[in-house]
């Protein structure tokens, strides 16, 4: 990225949000580039649910258009854009009233079922179905017994949200956008009229300053939107407000079941979800009011989703059960926008506007609909060149899908070759999809990183070093917490592993021995730091149990 040269787009936040807006202005032609302050994917977009969906609460509020626009791109993902990363999840809902509540449930999800149908192309997964009490105990026999007098029976999908992000990302590369990590927004530069015309960011691993000059820049920023908003010096913009949400790890083999739950809890949806080795339980919705960078599970939430799971389990977890959690927070737009904003999209779930000339702003919106929120963000920061210039990421397919069949014929070869099981390579095509042919490059190349960590041996070695060599790590924690699960998917938080993870990786990224050191001393203390805050009851005192550890690449403070 040349500070001399003046960019069609500049993105601010490196969620899929702004991941997506990357890819659709890149692919209509826009010299593009994308800055995140921390890790790609660091924020919300690494802490969701995990899930592509349509969102069966909206059918509740007979917002059928919404509906139909998330399983439209619920689908597209599922059959063209990411097979590879996006999977079909069957799902239960418990019914506590024989007659009344099945034909009133079973009308909403057959609805369901209908608006998926409405857009044209092979429909990628089972319609619903009703399920006795017998047939729905088949699926999850650790239902317990009096929790329910049947279920119906539908389906959505799960995704890797990090790792989405990543794919994003290096598709956006792939095309031309330049992208950096680890770059944060110092401050936003006008022109004489007060139009922004571009920013000055800094690189975090190194303190050097850039300034960036962009035809239109677009934030992106979620929770910090606001933040993002101000440097321009506008009254205008958006009003986010953050909620936290919740989830709990428990291993696979504690719950016994075939689908997914779903419940309606006083405060919110919980979701029984099964991913990976694992089941994902959550979620919570709280106000949130501290500090965005690192919201973190208390004690109170925790105990919170234990209740409700249980409330319907036929064997109750305890905090033993759980293996891992983390917390999210979603951005949630307040009704109405401050004066002088120029609105172009609203809708349920997300807005476009712009504040000050030159500067667009999106804020909400949902993971299954970011492709959505990307068009409807640059259709807007680029004008009446949108004519001309449309869309087309609906026919873009993320890297890894592409070729997709054929490497997963030959991947059992590969299997064969170095002696990885079938749930491997299940576990490599899932993340990699095609791209799995540039991990068995490095493999043949060296055949260490064939095998397994020793202390995390659902991965690679050869996946640690792919997360730096082709996927843009740049620390341990970018492995550890993003480019892998391990953070949460395994009891010490790969810990144990870290060691091991620094010696392949530290070489590709120069590292001295106190260099590699360094990284996994402040990945243990972070891990500390989370623990000891998954211990106290609130927020606050979990945020200063939390803040007791340094961010690997400081942040530095916004200023006008």
């Given amino acids: 990225m040349s500070p001399a040269a003046e960019l069609d787009v500049l993105v601010i936040g490196g969620g899929v949000t702004g991941a997506g807006i990357a890819l659709d202005?890149?692919?209509r032609g826009l010299s593009t580039a994308v800055v995140e302050a921390q890790?790609?994917?660091?924020?919300?977009?690494?802490?969701?649910?995990?899930?592509?969906?349509?969102?069966?609460?909206?059918?509740?509020?007979?917002?059928?258009?919404?509906?139909?626009?998330a399983l439209t791109e619920r689908d597209l993902l599922l059959r063209d854009l990411a097979p590879h990363l996006v999977r079909p999840v069957p799902f239960l809902y418990p019914l506590e009233h024989r007659v009344w509540e099945r034909a009133y449930v079973g009308a909403g999800i057959a609805m369901y079922d209908v608006l998926a149908t409405l857009t044209p192309g092979r429909r990628p997964m089972p319609f619903h179905r009703h399920l006795s009490r017998n047939q729905m105990e088949a699926k999850f026999p650790d239902l317990a017994h009096d929790a329910a007098v049947g279920a119906?029976?539908?389906?959505?999908?799960?995704?890797?949200?990090?790792?989405?992000?990543?794919?994003?990302?290096?598709?956006?590369?792939?095309?031309?956008?330049?992208?950096?990590?680890?770059?944060?927004?110092?401050?936003?530069?006008?022109?004489?009229?007060?139009?922004?015309?571009?920013?000055?960011?800094?690189?975090?691993?190194?303190?050097?300053?850039?300034?960036?000059?962009?035809?239109?820049?677009?934030?992106?920023?979620?929770?910090?939107?606001?933040d993002t908003e101000a440097l321009a010096g506008s009254e205008g913009g958006l009003r986010v407000l953050a909620s936290k949400g919740v989830h709990l790890i428990v291993p696979r083999e504690r719950i016994r079941g075939h689908a997914g739950l779903i419940l309606q809890t006083e405060k919110s949806v919980l979701f029984v979800i099964p991913w990976s080795r694992?089941?994902?339980?959550?979620?919570?919705?709280?106000?949130?009011?501290?500090?965005?960078?690192?919201?973190?599970?208390?004690?109170?939430?925790?105990?919170?989703?234990?209740?409700?799971?249980?409330?319907?389990?036929?064997?109750?977890?305890?905090?033993?059960?759980?293996?891992?959690?983390?917390?999210?927070l979603r951005p949630l737009l307040q009704p109405g926008t401050k004066a002088g904003t120029s609105s172009a999209k609203v809708s349920r779930e997300h807005t476009v506007a712009s504040p000050t000339p030159g500067l667009t702003v999106v804020a909400g919106g949902k993971l299954t609909t970011y492709r959505i929120m990307a068009k409807d963000a640059v259709d807007f920061a680029i004008g009446q060149r949108a004519a001309a210039l449309p869309s087309i990421t609906h026919q873009i397919p993320l890297t890894g899908a592409v070729g997709l069949r054929a490497v997963q014929r030959q991947a059992r070869t590969w299997g064969k070759r170095f002696g990885w099981s079938p749930p491997m390579l299940d576990?490599?095509?899932?993340?990699?999809?095609?791209?799995?042919?540039?991990?068995?490059?490095?493999?043949?190349?060296?055949?260490?990183?064939?095998?397994?960590?020793?202390?995390?041996?659902?991965?690679?070695r050869a996946e640690v070093y792919y997360a730096v060599s082709h996927?843009?790590?740049?620390h341990l924690e970018d492995v550890l917490g993003h480019r892998t699960r391990l953070v949460y998917e395994v009891r010490d938080s790969g810990t144990a592993a870290a060691e091991e993870i620094a010696a392949v990786v530290g070489p590709l990224l120069g590292w001295s021995a106190a260099d590699a050191e360094r990284e996994v001393s402040?990945?243990?203390?972070?891990?500390?730091?989370?623990?000891?805050?998954?211990?106290?009851?609130?927020?606050?005192?979990?945020?200063?149990?939390?803040?007791?550890?340094?961010?690997?690449?400081?942040?530095?403070?916004?200023?006008?």
Wanted: aromatic share 6%; glycine share 6%; net charge negative.
């Fill in 278 to 328: 694992y089941w994902i339980i959550g979620t919570t919705d709280t106000h949130w009011s501290l500090d965005p960078t690192h919201p973190v599970a208390t004690s109170t939430d925790i105990d919170y989703v234990l209740d409700h799971a249980n409330a319907v389990l036929a064997h109750p977890l305890t905090r033993e059960d759980v293996i891992g959690t983390y917390a999210g």
């Fill in 39 to 69: 890790d790609w994917a660091q924020g919300t977009s690494s802490r969701s649910s995990k899930l592509v969906h349509g969102g069966l609460r909206y059918l509740q509020m007979l917002d059928f258009e919404l509906v139909h626009e």
């Fill in 427 to 460: 576990h490599l095509l899932h993340r990699y999809g095609a791209n799995l042919a540039e991990i068995v490059e490095l493999c043949d190349a060296d055949p260490s990183l064939a095998k397994p960590l020793e202390h995390a041996t659902a991965y690679l």
């Fill in 471 to 474: 996927e843009g790590a740049l």
């Fill in 152 to 226: 119906v029976q539908y389906w959505d999908a799960s995704v890797d949200d990090a790792r989405l992000v990543a794919t994003l990302i290096r598709t956006a590369v792939s095309y031309g956008a330049h992208a950096a990590s680890r770059t944060q927004l110092v401050s936003l530069t006008q022109g004489a009229t007060g139009a922004v015309n571009g920013a000055v960011v800094v690189d975090l691993e190194t303190g050097k300053e850039i300034t960036v000059r962009a035809r239109s820049v677009i934030n992106a920023t979620g929770v910090w939107t606001e």
């Fill in 522 to 560: 402040a990945w243990q203390a972070r891990i500390d730091a989370e623990r000891q805050a998954a211990q106290e009851p609130d927020d606050e005192g979990a945020e200063r149990a939390r803040l007791t550890t340094p961010d690997v690449a400081a942040m530095q403070p916004l200023r006008n």
């Fill in 25 to 27: 202005a890149v692919t």
